[in-house]
């Protein structure tokens, strides 16, 4: 197959999390020279599959074959690939099928590595991410088979194809908080306690504020306000409590001590209870590491552009592998229909990200 093949292949093979579509099964077989390791946890498949060519660092390339459902009102069948005005359509082109494709032909086609070569593939990154990813690699920690660096082949660009990588993410930290009150009658407020009046005070102070200064690879950590919810829908009665609920995409200057000291800070005249719970913890890879410097050169080699580096954006499974200690970075296609209608990329970008990903082997020393 060519990487167009390839990649129509993959698009028009419908993979909704937590299905495969049978994508894992066919990708062994399309890498039949490969070593296999299935490690499918209930109904979640995944798949690590690799090749040692010499004793050099083992280099892996990351991602998931599952795409989010596609949704109504498409211009164009989304489990078709079709070429319409310049673009490639179809559900998964920008997250992360053309990604995944890329990488498959080119340690496909790779006859040379000063290393070890493999892909680590799952089934279950759009979903709740539980059983995919980080059980590989708790079994690759195991059997003292973590790579070196890893490649997720996320899509990153912004403006245009090779502008941005990802060098890390922030993490997100999810809040919910309840106010005291006392309930009474709205005729009467002087014998009741109002906790909506009570956080208007300070909610001014809190909303959309940022916790630190970020740094040169972070935005600042900002405390999101996202729900309040109070009062039983009369107007006569003020409430008993008040619940909110917020988010705090945090960078490394942040943890749940200082979110707790921002919340103590601004309530500490209320009777209130906090949770905080951390959907991911933040990480960032060193820019002089071997991975970065390779990639930045093997995108300048293919479209002539130097690319920033980033840690904007939601989350991805690079926030896992960080945690084993490993050097990952992201780069893929543009990002600007990921999980919409009409999700699109371009045959350039495509064929582009290829030729990146068989440089970077090609420069692997």
Request: proline share 2%; with cysteine; aromatic share 8%.
């Given at each position: 197959m060519q990487i167009i093949e390839l990649f129509k292949k993959l698009v028009e093979t419908k993979s909704e999390t937590p299905n495969d579509g049978g994508l894992l099964d066919f990708i062994e077989s399309y890498l039949a020279d490969f070593t296999a390791i299935r490690v499918d946890v209930e109904d979640v498949k995944n798949l690590f599959i690799y090749?040692?060519?010499?004793?050099?660092?083992?280099?892996?390339?990351?991602?998931?074959?599952?795409v989010v459902p596609a949704g109504d009102n498409w211009d164009t069948n989304p489990y078709e690939l079709v070429e319409?005005?310049?673009y490639l359509y179809g559900r998964g082109t920008q997250d992360m099928k053309s990604g995944v494709a890329a990488f498959i032909q080119?340690?496909?086609?790779?006859?040379?590595?000063?290393?070890?070569?493999?892909?680590?593939?799952?089934?279950?990154?759009?979903?709740?991410?539980?059983?995919?990813?980080?059980?590989?690699?708790e079994y690759l920690k195991e059997n003292n088979m973590l790579p070196h660096a890893v490649v997720v082949a996320e899509p990153t660009c912004e403006d245009e194809f090779g502008d941005a990588i990802k060098v890390g993410r922030r993490g997100s930290i999810n809040g919910y908080i309840t106010i005291k009150g006392k309930q009474g009658h709205a005729a009467y407020p002087e014998k009741a306690i109002n906790p909506i009046h009570n956080l208007s005070?300070?909610?001014?102070?809190?909303?959309?504020?940022?916790?630190?200064?970020?740094?040169?690879?972070?935005?600042?950590?900002?405390?999101?306000?996202t729900d309040i919810r109070s009062g039983m829908q009369v107007t006569n009665v003020t409430p008993n409590e008040l619940k909110m609920m917020f988010n705090v995409r945090n960078t490394?200057?942040?943890?749940?001590?200082?979110?707790?000291?921002?919340?103590?800070?601004?309530?500490?005249?209320?009777?209130?209870?906090?949770?905080?719970?951390?959907?991911?913890?933040?990480?960032?890879?060193?820019?002089?590491?071997?991975?970065?410097?390779?990639?930045?050169?093997?995108?300048?080699?293919?479209?002539?552009?130097?690319?920033?580096?980033?840690?904007?954006?939601?989350?991805?499974?690079?926030?896992?592998?960080?945690?084993?200690?490993?050097?990952?970075?992201?780069?893929?296609?543009?990002?600007?229909?990921?999980?919409?209608?009409?999700?699109r990329t371009t045959k350039k970008e495509v064929e582009d990200l290829y030729k990146v990903f068989k440089t970077l082997l090609g420069m692997w020393k």
């Open positions: 090749k040692k060519f010499a004793e050099g660092e083992h280099l892996c390339f990351a991602g998931h074959v599952d319409k005005d310049g080119a340690v496909k086609e790779a006859e040379n590595f000063n290393g070890t070569l493999s892909l680590l593939l799952t089934s279950d990154e759009e979903g709740d991410a539980i059983n995919g990813t980080i059980k590989v690699l005070k300070v909610l001014g102070d809190m909303a959309g504020v940022n916790i630190d200064n970020g740094d040169e690879f972070f935005s600042p950590s900002k405390f999101v306000v490394t200057l942040t943890t749940q001590k200082e979110v707790r000291e921002f919340v103590a800070k601004h309530l500490k005249d209320l009777d209130y209870e906090l949770k905080l719970t951390q959907g991911s913890y933040p990480f960032v890879t060193d820019t002089n590491t071997k991975v970065v410097k390779n990639i930045d050169k093997s995108i300048e080699i293919v479209t002539g552009i130097k690319p920033k580096h980033s840690t904007a954006g939601g989350t991805s499974d690079a926030r896992f592998i960080a945690q084993f200690g490993i050097d990952v970075i992201e780069f893929g296609v543009r990002n600007d229909t990921i999980h919409a209608i009409n999700e």
